[in-house]
T-cell receptor, first 114, second 112 residues
Framework: GAGVSQTPSNKVTEKGKYVELRCDPI?????LYWYRQSLGQGPEFLIY????????DSGLPNDRFFAVRPEGSVSTLKIQRTERGDSAVYLC????????????FGAGSRLTVL | KQEVTQIPAALSVPEGENLVLNCSFT??????LQWFRQDPGKGLTSLLL?????REQTSGRLNASLDKSSGRSTLYIAASQPGDSATYLC???????????FGSGTQLTVLP
């Protein structure tokens, strides 16, 4: 696609529920990142994919968070047993995987855990 | 661990003023430094990327500088306009994953 697409744009869920957030990167971009942005803060790195594999998942806060990218394009961020502290905007970004590293960000998925 | 700090957290200026936003980072072993703009409820728009071998980049009324030795970058906005009102974020690109470490941003308001 022309840009990075993220769905849903807004998600409201109850504490303890399971949530999936989807990212559709720019076609041909091999590198994909997930970030989390809390109110008034800059985005925080969660995980980086190069192709299908998670090259760096050091930013995932705990084992309730998991992400996949099975075919090297669309990625899904999965959050189990959601907690109120998980409420944030989850941003996805992609780039070509080489060169100057200019990331293109999606508009984000705003997650609210009640 | 890379840490990025932006000062001030908020800034309000009258239209037409030139202004400077500051960014500092703790680890000088960066690949690039990138400035973004974020409008309320929106994603991030890349403004300028400065590679580690460069000292500055310019785009229109924007000029970004990089001093790796002192761990600082500045974003200069000339002749500010109300449409420039947004949050400006800087991010240092480092690590094997080339991940961005962001500052908390400077919220800019340009008054007409």
């Amino acid at each position: 696609g022309a840009g990075v697409s993220q769905t849903p744009s807004n998600k409201v869920t109850e504490k303890g529920k399971y949530v999936e957030l989807r990212c559709d990167p720019i076609s041909g971009h091999t590198a994909l990142y997930w970030y989390r942005q809390s109110l008034g803060q800059g985005p925080e790195f969660l995980i980086y994919f190069q192709g299908t594999g998670a090259a760096d998942d050091s930013g995932l806060p705990n084992d309730r968070f998991f992400a996949v990218r099975p075919e090297g394009s669309v990625s899904t961020l999965k959050i189990q047993r959601t907690e109120r502290g998980d409420s944030a905007v989850y941003l996805c970004a992609s780039h070509t995987g080489s060169g100057a590293n200019v990331l293109t960000f999606g508009a984000g998925s705003r997650l609210t855990v009640l | 661990k890379q840490e990025v700090t932006q000062i001030p957290a908020a800034l309000s200026v009258p239209e037409g003023e030139n202004l400077v936003l500051n960014c500092s980072f703790t680890d000088s072993a960066i690949y690039n430094l990138q400035w973004f703009r974020q409008d309320p409820g929106k994603g991030l728009t890349s403004l300028l990327l400065i590679q580690s071998s460069q000292r500055e980049q310019t785009s229109g009324r924007l000029n970004a500088s990089l001093d790796k030795s002192s761990g600082r970058s500045t974003l200069y906005i000339a002749a500010s306009q109300p449409g420039d009102s947004a949050t400006y974020l800087c991010a240092a690109i480092s690590g094997s994953a080339r991940q961005l470490t962001f500052g908390s941003g400077t919220q800019l308001t340009v008054l007409p």
